[in-house]
């Protein structure tokens, strides 16, 4: 960040006084009052942008080079193209066909330090604006730099070849957590990173839902539920909790298990083999069984948060099949000696009994169960979803849209580079992330490729692998995730890679 008391930037034309003194404005309107409206706030603000605007439009070629090097013609195009004298700017550009229809007519101009210069086209006022500022040549005399902000995680896609004759790059950032800089930070930062989040989960649901509507006339039934992966584990532990809350679902599983442990008893004791079990309302709260009872739950909530969900098609007792073995079947080990004393020998389980007494036993006791549990199950599952759907239950862990990469999935949709001739494919494009705050200012000299692969962090270098959300989503965009892999494993030397 710039001391602003010393700013200073094109060839001294724009200074925080250019900003802020009212007695800039050519025409002097009254002074600032206490308490007065935003319109004539705004309106001072206006002109005090345009009295700078006419100095970059009336200067000289000289004053122009010294404020654009030797992109000084181009940034005279663009003022005189978006921002005319005595006219209003113009917010795009455009121009009638031969039918009378309105069509894109961007302004080509020079950008970039490549050799030879790179073809940028603009399209709208504020696009143009942004190029004059990038290419801003800076203003003398010494600076007081301040880093503040840093992302947390940086991004850069880009494709090598495509519909014109230059690289495209997409780049995209976490929210920084911190900036000590600003008063109040914490709150402040607290309400931005809200913001920001709220806006760019809206964009990825936007694009993601297109996406699905692009599919779907091709590919019907095509499985995705608009769920993150982290939101989809979150999801399933609050399934099972309405499940066990369920004055029905909790009667069949009562009476399957007791029926399957007589089952089971019977057969183990014919055969005089020592056990023990682990009670049915604890099974859940062992580690081993819960992680792989959250697993088994995951495909239920696939189902159900499908574009292509039909409950005629559904087959709850197929889906969860996993989860009544793992919920409903008795967990036998091998006894404790002497018995009740220490953990239980959950590495030494008894092998599931295989009569044909047996099996038609649990047959039975299963088919009881689903004809008991599979109308709350399916409103169970119901409630969720609509719970979800009407926010009243919020995501308490990462969703689509907190990642560095979003801005770059939802920048690079193949809809907007459609899959035809000379024109880029989503699997033509590469990527990597990059952990921005283990950057350091002694680590820019030099700033290049080998000095980064070399760069380590406390745990890894500076280059991150996609998470899990990004991993779910790429396939979906028809991008591969081995473009990002790769790309920082077999081109960044000295590299140690860990995921987010």
């Known amino acids: 960040m710039v001391d ?18 009212d007695s800039l404005i050519p025409d002097p309107v009254q002074p600032a009052q206490p308490g007065e409206n935003n319109f004539t706030r705004v309106e001072r603000d206006i002109l005090k942008w345009e009295a700078w605007m006419t100095k970059l439009r009336n200067a000289d070629p000289t004053e122009r080079t010294a404020m654009f090097g030797g992109f000084a013609d181009d940034a005279k195009l663009v003022i005189d193209t978006f921002f005319p004298k005595d006219a209003d700017p113009k917010r795009v550009r455009d121009k009638a066909d031969k ?13 970039g330090a490549a050799s030879p210069l790179q073809k940028l086209e603009l399209f709208d006022s504020p696009s143009a604006l942004a190029y004059l500022f990038s290419n801003a040549r800076p203003g003398a005399g ?11 995680m940086s991004f850069v896609s880009y494709v090598e070849t495509g519909d014109r004759k230059y690289d495209r790059y997409v780049f995209g950032s976490t929210f920084a957590v911190g900036a000590a800089s600003v008063a109040n930070s914490d709150v402040i930062q607290k309400k931005c990173q809200t913001l920001l989040e709220n806006w760019r989960r809206e964009l990825m649901n936007q694009c993601v839902h297109n996406q699905v509507y692009h599919l779907l006339p091709t590919f019907p039934g095509f499985p995705f539920t608009f769920l993150s992966p982290k939101h989809h584990q979150q999801l399933c532990g609050n399934l099972f909790l309405r499940l066990v809350d369920d004055e029905v679902f909790c009667t069949a599983v009562v009476a399957a298990f007791a029926a399957l442990s007589v089952a089971q008893t019977a057969e183990l004791l014919q055969t005089k083999t020592p056990f023990e079990f682990i009670p049915q ?14 697993e088994t739950l995951k ?20 889906i969860l099949k996993d989860f009544a073995e793992l919920y409903l079947m008795p967990k036998l080990f091998q006894p404790r000696m002497p018995p009740g004393e220490g953990k239980m020998k959950l590495d030494s389980p008894i092998e599931e009994p295989k009569s044909p007494v047996y099996t038609g036993a649990k047959k039975l006791a299963l088919d009881t169960f689903w004809l008991i549990a599979f109308k709350p ?11 979800v759907g009407y926010n009243h239950v919020r995501p308490e862990s990462s969703t689509w849209g907190r990642c560095a990469e979003t801005c770059c999935f939802s920048g690079m949709l193949y809809q907007w580079w459609p899959e035809v001739q000379n024109q880029v494919r989503m699997s ?30 406390d745990v890894a270098g500076v280059y ?37």
């Not at 309302?281 to 959250?294: Q, W």
């Open 281 to 294: 309302d604890k099974v859940y709260a062992t580690a081993k069984y819960k992680l792989a009872i959250m």
């Open 377 to 387: 199950i399916q409103d169970v599952v119901g409630d969720l979803y609509h719970a």
């Open 428 to 457: 033509d494009v590469k990527g990597f992330a990059m952990q921005s705050r283990i950057i350091g200012p002694s680590d820019l000299k030099p700033f290049d490729t080998k000095m980064l692969g070399a760069l380590k962090g």
């Open 142 to 152: 010494a600076r007081d730099y301040r880093i503040t902000g840093v992302p947390v």
């Open 4 to 21: 602003w008391p010393t700013f200073s930037a094109f060839n001294g034309t724009l200074k925080r006084e250019t900003l802020v003194d």
């Open 99 to 111: 039918s009378q229809e309105y069509v894109a007519d961007p302004l080509v101009v020079n950008f």
């Open 464 to 500: 991150r692998l996609p998470c899990e959300n990004c991993n779910d989503l790429m396939p979906f965009f028809d991008m591969k995730a081995d473009g990002y892999s790769a790309v920082v494993m077999n081109t960044i030397p000295d590299q140690t890679i860990k995921l987010k």
């Open 299 to 318: 495909q239920i909530i696939k189902d159900r948060f499908n574009v292509s969900y039909s409950p005629a098609t559904t087959n709850i007792p197929a």
